[in-house]
């Protein structure tokens, strides 16, 4: 298939508004597609790369060549020549790697170049997400959505899945399997901001397990091999050897566990959460970091014990084969209860402990992995959002020189794309200053000398408000009062991100 092909739907899709006109185009492009093109059709029509980062900035896509008269690049053309560019390391690697971005666009018209641009910079907003794409897929290959989705949370790429679903239909999505090694997505929790409504939202009894505010991690075993995953299905193994010791300690040798790792102090209290991602994060000289800083281990869900999948049990079964796989000191303390005292009693000493929240959870509810539903709900003791960074200003004063004033978005599942909904510099300290400033130009999509730098939309940061109040001022008709930075995650993608129209349910 050439690359104009997908361009030209890809751009049909931003012009359709309508869910099922955009999965109409989908479904009819994937249909014509080629086995061995599949996957890299489905990810530029997700707006991705099979690669994900190839090592481009916005520098690096300036002085491109003119553009061709007549398509005639390949998607197996233009991905191979994306994996070279990605490959590129080592003295000299600058500008080998810029011969090789021009050989690229050399080869597209200019409709390809616009794309490709987009692409490159995490800037292709079609409405395709995830949602749409599973209904595309299905409709091309006949196979029912749920399968669809039940092989994603399996798998964890949808580029793959739909190339399977394409080539073998139902027979072979159902051919994917809870693979240990093989990192799955994590089920995810929607919030409330009170105990009764987590409780009621649950249904009762339920279970209070406390929220940790630290890294999530996904710990997989396959006789003396273990292999650790966050949230985001990045392989941390090698930075964190305690949750390797503890995976080999336990009695099963076939498992995968699902749970968190926290820095705490002497006193049991927790360390920031900037302390344990900096712990999680460096791969350089973990034997001295483990000293200094060491990790403790909490699980809180089975996925698979003893060669048994366990996704489809309810919430209570698959505890009460954690509860005899793994020791009391390695689980998440948490309460069972229909009790709304008892519970908000439970919530305070969390609280009181240092920690988030609480996790309410339905004991029927089965492992939804990479959905967020009713099966688990977070509650926390003030209003919260997770936002990406769209944009930030040069500060003045005593933050001169500094990437300061970040333009905060929610995201839009309608579209795909962000809603701004304010700005703030509050919260930063000298030490986020300074590493944002750089963070930042990594990700600027356009020249850095002006007062405000676009980014690629990908830093996922923690606010604190007080209140979303009705503002003319911003595209979504709302705003934050008083945000306030709390912290980086860099443990969550982009679309992990809340919502539009979850803050709008917070408006006063």
Same mark, same amino acid.
């Given at each position: 298939m050439l690359l104009i092909d997908v361009v030209r739907v890809s751009e049909a899709v931003t012009r359709t508004s309508a869910r099922l006109g955009k999965i109409g185009h989908l479904a009819e492009s994937l249909g014509r597609v080629g086995a061995d093109e599949a996957e890299i059709a489905i990810s530029y029509l997700s707006g991705e790369l099979p690669q994900r980062q190839v090592g481009v900035g916005w520098r690096g896509l300036q002085d491109l060549p003119s553009p061709k008269l007549a398509a005639t690049a390949t998607l197996t053309d233009v991905d191979a020549l994306l994996s070279k560019i990605k490959a590129v390391s080592g003295q000299g690697s600058q500008a080998a790697r810029k011969t090789l971005v021009t050989q690229l666009f050399a080869g597209l018209t200019s409709q390809e170049q616009a794309f490709m641009l987009k692409l490159l910079g995490g800037e292709l907003r079609q409405g395709a997400l995830d949602g749409v794409m599973i209904e595309a897929i299905a409709k091309a290959s006949g196979a029912p959505s749920a399968d669809v989705r039940r092989a994603l949370t399996l798998r964890g790429w949808l580029p793959a899945v739909g190339a399977a679903a394409l080539a073998g239909g139902v027979e072979r999505l159902r051919a994917f399997k809870l693979e240990v090694g093989r990192a799955v997505s994590p089920m995810l929790a929607g919030s409330v901001p009170q105990v009764a409504a987590a409780l009621e939202k649950a249904g009762t009894p339920a279970a209070l397990e406390w929220k940790l505010d630290g890294i999530r991690v996904q710990a997989h075993r396959s006789g003396t091999e273990v292999k650790v995953f966050t949230r985001t299905l990045d392989d941390i193994t090698a930075q964190i050897p305690e949750l390797v010791e503890a995976m080999l300690a336990l009695p099963v040798d076939d498992l995968v566990l699902d749970g968190e790792v926290i820095a705490l102090r002497p006193d049991g209290r927790p360390h920031p959460f900037q302390v344990t991602a900096a712990r999680t994060r460096s791969r350089i000289d973990v034997a001295r970091l483990r000293e200094q800083t060491p990790l403790h281990v909490f699980f809180f869900d089975a996925l698979r014990v003893g060669g048994a999948d366990l996704l489809d049990l309810p919430y209570a079964e698959r505890q009460a084969i954690l509860a005899t796989t793994v020791p009391p000191g390695l689980l998440t303390p948490r309460l069972v209860t229909s009790d709304v005292t008892a519970a908000t009693e439970f919530f305070t000493d969390v609280i009181k402990a240092g920690h988030e929240g609480l996790v309410v959870k339905s004991l029927t509810s089965p492992y939804a992995a990479g959905r967020r539903g009713a099966g688990w709900i977070k509650v926390k003791p003030r209003h919260t959002l997770d936002l990406v960074v769209l944009a930030a200003e040069w500060g003045h004063g005593r933050r001169e020189g500094k990437l300061s004033n970040l333009h905060l978005g929610a995201r839009d599942p309608d579209t795909g794309g962000f809603v701004?909904?304010?700005?703030?510099?509050?919260?930063?300290? &000298?030490?986020?200053?300074?590493?944002?400033?750089?963070?930042?130009?990594?990700?600027?999509?356009?020249?850095?000398?002006?007062?405000?730098?676009?980014?690629?939309?990908?830093?996922?940061?923690?606010?604190?408000?007080?209140?979303?109040?009705?503002?003319?001022?911003?595209?979504?008709?709302?705003?934050?009062?008083?945000?306030?930075?709390?912290?980086?995650?860099?443990?969550?993608?982009?679309? &992990?991100?809340?919502?539009?129209?979850?803050?709008?349910?917070?408006?006063?």
């Open positions: 701004m909904l304010g700005k703030t510099f509050k919260g930063l300290t &000298d030490e986020l200053l300074a590493w944002q400033t750089e963070r930042f130009l990594e990700l600027a999509t356009g020249p850095a000398d002006e007062w405000t730098v676009p980014l690629r939309p990908e830093l996922v940061v923690e606010i604190a408000f007080d209140g979303v109040q009705r503002s003319p001022r911003y595209p979504g008709g709302m705003a934050l009062r008083f945000a306030r930075v709390l912290r980086y995650r860099p443990d969550k993608r982009a679309e &992990d991100a809340d919502t539009v129209e979850t803050v709008r349910s917070l408006m006063l």
